[in-house]
């Protein structure tokens, strides 16, 4: 079946340390992957997007990787602030499909 | 300001009353699409639109309608809501029409319970 795992279990960090979570997908071949951030009781709102022809992408303190052959994406926080503590959900995009699927979603906690 | 307006915020209602939560986007986009969350089960999709009259099924229709008569609306209608429905709704708008290309915009959400 298909599947996108991202890890359910709450990712505590320190202040100023690099935060890194984890996708990974089977039985897809997705041809876009995007990271959104969620705040309790609010929409996600998007972070990056990544083509599968692409494997880094790189926005200010944020950087996403895409391995197409491991089929993983990796998010990662450079300098984690406590103001980066929220849910961060991957999404990817079917081949030929007009949608948009999400995983569960990490919640990431970052201490002063 | 940019964005996606959903109404209302929070809704209770009975079994089979019919309702519907309407969307609205400023932005001019051709995608629009509504989603339900439910802890550990994430956003799921319901129904989607790539352009005015144009809508599909998303992954789980069931017991929900939708209509696109203009670009900017997307209303969401449960006609014989039921407690299994109860859940946390978002709207969301991209601006190409096969949706993925560009990050989605979201809504605030609708929390509703159905007793």
């Known amino acids: 079946s298909q599947k996108i795992e991202q890890n359910s279990e709450a990712l505590n960090i320190q202040e100023g340390k690099t935060a890194t979570l984890t996708c990974n997908y089977t039985?897809?071949?997705?041809?876009?992957l995007q990271w959104y951030r969620q705040d309790p009781g609010r929409g996600p709102v998007f972070l990056l997007l990544i083509r599968e022809n692409e494997k880094e992408k790189r926005k200010e303190r944020l950087k996403v990787t895409f391995d197409t052959t491991l089929k993983q994406s990796l998010f990662h926080i450079t300098a984690s602030q406590p103001a980066d503590s929220a849910t961060y959900l991957c999404a990817l995009s079917p081949g030929g499909y007009n949608k948009l699927i999400f995983g569960a979603g990490t919640r990431l906690a970052v201490h002063p | 300001e940019a964005q996606v307006t959903q109404n209302p915020r929070y809704l209770i209602t009975v079994t089979g009353k019919k309702l519907t939560v309407t969307c609205s986007q400023n932005m001019n986009h051709e995608y629009m699409s509504w989603y339900r969350q439910d802890p550990g089960l994430g956003l799921r999709q319901i129904y989607y639109s790539m352009n005015v009259e144009v809508t599909d099924k998303g992954d789980v229709p069931e017991g929900y309608k939708v209509s696109r008569k203009e670009k900017r609306n997307f209303p969401l209608i449960l006609e014989s809501p039921s407690p299994n429905q109860t859940s946390l709704y978002f709207c969301?708008?991209?601006?190409?029409?096969?949706?993925?290309?560009?990050?989605?915009?979201f809504g605030s959400g609708t929390r509703l319970t159905v007793v």
């Open positions: 969301a708008s991209s601006y190409d029409r096969t949706g993925p290309t560009y990050g989605y915009t």
């Open positions: 039985n897809y071949s997705p041809a876009y």
